[in-house]
């Protein structure tokens, strides 16, 4: 049974033909009662031509009664006859179809191109006449043909560049391509010159990746500033290295939008500004103030914009040859590889937090991960260069003869106060006789619980009181053996004692482990 749904592109009736296949129809801008009306003569077509039998007389009252746009529908669906003295639609070529939709200049959510993206329509739109009869009709392209399409950009020849250095477009131009001419068709779609996308099939969504990533160290580009043959140039240079911009939106900077006393660059992007709040963000100048005092030195003063010279010229070539007259051979991503290098050195000096840097470069924090943040050798020496801290360790048991073996560390555990000093001499208190009269104590907590401090810390809280006292006396004595073993003397510990006492600080105990 045919039904009527509504959807963003509008009505469609939905109907299974006598093969069984589900079938559509977009009856163009009607009404829900419209719709609903022709599925219902619909199902009429298809039950007549199930059974071979003629039409009911209102349903062929109906069929005279509609316009041809609609007749002309249903006979592409096969379930009438053409009208005998029709003229024939109109169908558009090709040719036709494509140059009308680049001078239209509308993108699919209905804002103006921009010109780097009227540009990009122009490069598919020659790459599908290339690979197609310009002559032919739209109506006729299938999902065969946008296979093809995608299989002719694979094996076309282009120039060796170093960045197609195999003479053949890479992964992301032709995915690039491909989404364009399905844009295109998508329109086609939507204007009804034919029933579905031939493009709808492949594969179009852009990929982010490592391939072409490269630092280009400030050595390096001051040396190409140094061969720019105009301020222009330099300024221009510097503003893709040092500030981050696209490679075209230097190009409308203004003199009102360097903002000289809050030392930022008011930038408009045509890329983003169908976005909401990103038609315009601010850069800092920091880096780039040199540049622009010199080029506003030499400004007219009538002059409006930065680069008047610059504007309407061919950036990319040109600069290409003055990296190759600097003695350097062009880098992949010739342009976007200097924005990304100052995002990275912005990230590397911790310049704001990552957030803000990807707000002043002009795009998020994803993209900035995903395309254009680099891991370096540089990050490990950095790291490594700031001198060790405590280690921390999940060895809380270790390796038993290493320890052994290792040489007596002292243990800061060690409490000073201010108070006048006191002669430290044997008491009662919870510690032992050392040698020659040296006193070493206990702590109140260990002492409370029938341990040392050194049994405490080594996990051994068994035994009963008076066994683990003379075992922990046992244990002090072997550390003393072993300090003296190390060459420590008395004299020595008595030193460090005094030292103490002459800051104004009392030694109230020290332990002594072996590690």
């Known amino acids: 049974m045919a039904s009527a749904h509504k959807d963003s592109k509008g009505w469609r009736v939905c109907y299974i033909d006598v093969n069984g296949d589900r079938r559509s129809i977009r009856p163009g801008k009607i009404n829900k009662t419209t719709a609903q ?69 509308i993108t699919q959510k209905g804002d103006a191109a921009s010109l780097n993206t009227l540009r990009n329509w122009r490069f598919t739109r020659n790459m599908l006449l290339d690979c197609f009869d310009g002559s032919r009709l739209v109506e006729s392209f299938t999902v065969a043909d946008g296979k093809a399409f995608r299989k002719w950009l694979e094996r076309r020849k282009i120039p060796v560049t170093p960045r197609t250095p195999t003479g053949k477009m890479n992964e992301t131009s032709i995915r690039q391509r491909v989404g364009n001419a399905k844009s295109m068709f998508s329109h086609a779609v939507k204007e009804e010159l034919l029933p579905s996308n031939p493009f709808r099939n492949q594969v179009s969504s852009l990929r982010a990746g490592e391939d072409g990533k490269q630092n280009i160290p400030a050595e390096i580009i001051d040396k190409v500033i140094a061969t720019a043959p105009t301020n222009e140039w330099r300024l221009l240079i510097a503003l893709w290295r040092y500030a981050g911009l696209r490679k075209m939106e230097p190009l409308e900077l203004t003199w009102n939008d360097v903002l000289w006393a809050e030392r930022k660059l008011r930038v408009r992007s045509s890329k983003t500004k169908h976005h909401s709040g990103k038609g315009m963000r601010y850069v800092p100048s920091r880096d780039v103030e040199s540049y622009l005092s010199d080029a506003f030195a030499l400004a007219e003063e009538s002059e409006q914009y930065l680069f008047p010279n610059l504007r309407l010229t061919d950036v990319f070539h040109r600069f290409q040859s003055i990296v190759e007259d600097a003695g350097f051979t062009p880098w992949p991503n010739l342009i976007k590889n200097l924005r990304l290098s100052c995002e990275n050195d912005w990230l590397t000096a911790n310049e704001a937090p990552a957030h803000v840097i990807a707000a002043w470069i002009g795009h998020s924090v994803t993209v900035q991960n995903n395309a254009y943040a680099i891991v370096s050798d540089g990050h490990f020496d950095q790291f490594n260069s700031r001198g060790n801290t405590t280690p921390k360790s999940g060895n809380h048991g270790g390796n038993k003869a290493a320890r052994i073996d290792a040489k007596p560390q002292k243990v800061a555990t060690v409490v000073a106060t201010e108070k006048p000093h006191k002669t430290l001499k044997p008491s009662e208190n919870t510690g032992f006789q050392a040698f020659d009269g040296y006193f070493i104590k206990k702590s109140v907590g260990a002492e409370k619980h029938g341990v040392s ?46 030292a103490m006492v002459g800051a104004g600080l009392a030694l109230v105990a020290t332990e002594w482990v072996s590690e």
């Open 453 to 498: 401090d050194v049994a405490a810390k080594s996990g051994n809280h068994g035994g009963n009181h008076g066994g683990n006292q003379h075992q922990n006396s046992d244990r002090f004595a072997h550390f003393v053996e072993q300090l003296r073993a190390a060459g420590f003397t008395v004299e020595q510990i008595q030193a460090i004692d005094a």
């Open 37 to 105: 009306q022709i599925a219902r003569q619909v199902d009429v077509l298809v039950a007549s031509k199930a059974s071979g039998g003629t039409i009911e007389l209102a349903t062929a009252k109906w069929l005279g009664d509609i316009g041809e746009r609609l007749y002309s529908k249903l006979v592409r669906a096969e379930l009438v006859e053409p009208r005998f003295s029709a003229e024939p639609e109109p169908s558009i070529t090709l040719a036709e179809f494509l140059n009308e939709y680049v001078k239209t200049g």
